[in-house]
């Protein structure tokens, strides 16, 4: 089993920006693929962006360059530095760690 809490959402101004973090804690292995996906209210969940195990990493084509992912192996930490954010980013977060999820985040983008 792994756990996973994530934390830094909150509410930011159109232009802004956050860093969420998910630590996952448990069976866990830096030798696995990690990511973030959100949920807006009445939508689906959807992909944001993954870093794999030896670092490379993908996007969803909304956040390209204006979000980065990366992890730290050696704290068992995921993160997401939003910049630029806007109202559509608004969301709960996800911390996906193979098929294990966190319980979200909440980001809210004001205009």
């Known amino acids: 089993q792994v756990q996973l809490v994530e934390s830094g959402g909150g509410l930011v101004q159109a232009g802004g920006s956050l860093r969420l973090s998910c630590a996952a804690s448990?069976?866990?292995?830096?030798?696995?693929?990690m990511g973030w996906y959100r949920q807006a209210p009445g939508k689906e969940r959807e992909f944001v962006a993954a870093?794999?195990?030896?670092?490379?990493?993908s996007y969803a084509d909304s956040v390209k360059g204006r979000f980065t992912i990366s992890r730290d192996n050696a704290k068992n930490t995921l993160y997401l530095q939003m910049n630029s954010l806007k109202p559509e980013d608004t969301a709960i977060y996800f911390c996906?760690?193979?098929?294990?999820w966190g319980q979200g985040t909440q980001v809210t983008g004001s205009s």
């Open positions: 870093v794999r195990w030896f670092g490379g990493t």
């Open positions: 448990g069976r866990t292995s830096s030798v696995a693929d």
């Open positions: 996906k760690y193979v098929n294990f």
